[in-house]
């Protein structure tokens, strides 16, 4: 059996297991977050390269920090919801996993330290709130929802961090850009949620479902009718912004099926998973500089080819 391989073996995973392990698909959507940190919340006069790849270089240790310890706390709930995950199916040990997630915070906090002193505390600020939510708040539905929010929107800004203009977060730092993430993930994580509540065959979804898909439709009919920020330049008509256009058609399907199955709520989370790309894409693209829309959008590539060679199927 595999969960049987001998310890020396699962020591030494498969690098397709190790990216299976840390969601390597969606490592690609921290680069848009620090984007949006970076260039939205106080645009810089003059771009920092240097900071800029050391924020997206410890942005992505994070992430993978995170989604290795999650595995780690989750292996005993794995075993019956997802038991075809490295842990849980063997094919990574969990002596391996906890070294990875030892030296994935140590790299970010490294990366941070070319930073500043704002960087470092932004870092570390992380690294506790994703302890916290994977070894205890992710037991409460909603807390964690909006811890997990609060954690992607610390990861805005950690870009915003690598500008270095000082430790005090402004008003416009906590608002803004950060907000926006904070909101589209704490709903995302809400939905996912609902996968372990058992319902009736044929009775839809959950109602936590459809009050986090409403938010979200609010969220971006106001970013297409009104723009992500103040000062920007207006966004007249854009019924078909691609990112709100994505999301009438998610919510379509939600109120259409009554499927509530654990599959069908994975396709919906996986699908919002990527509109991230295209928030970030659209918060960027309110700057005026119509390029840097097109980085996070253009990652959706590589995230969706590892996603399918990778074959990540929750």
Known sequence: MEGMEPQAVRDRPRMADLLRLIRAPMVFSTTGDVLVGYFCIDP???????????????SAC?????????????????????????????????????????WLPVFAFVASMGIGSQGMATTGGIVLLILAYN???KRFDLAGSVVMGMIRGA??????????????????????????????????????????VKRPRGSGHHPRVAIAMLILFALMARLSFQGPLSGTHPYPDRLLDPLYLLFSIVLWRLVASRDSSKHSTFQTVRTLLLGLFFLDAHLLYAT?????????ITLVIPSMILSRRLRISS
Not at 64 to 72: E, K, V
Not at 77 to 94: A, E, N, W, Y
Not at 169 to 178: F, H, K, N, R, V
């Open 44 to 58: 810089p006069k003059e771009i920092r390269i240097v900071p800029l790849l050391l924020v997206c270089l410890a």
């Open 288 to 296: 005026g500089q119509v390029y840097l829309a097109l980085i996070p």
């Open 62 to 102: 994070l992430y993978s920090f995170g989604m290795a310890t999650n595995d780690i706390f989750d292996r005993g709930r794995d075993r019956k919801l997802h038991p075809q995950r490295p842990l849980p199916s063997g094919r990574v040990s969990l002596r391996f996993a906890w070294r990875l997630a030892v």
């Open 135 to 137: 070894a205890w708040l």
């Open 155 to 196: 990861n805005v800004l950690l870009g915003w961090s690598a500008l270095g203009t000082g430790i005090i977060l402004s008003t416009d730092a906590l608002s803004g850009p950060a907000t926006y993430v904070f909101i589209y993930i704490a709903c995302i994580t809400w939905i996912s949620t609902a996968e372990e």
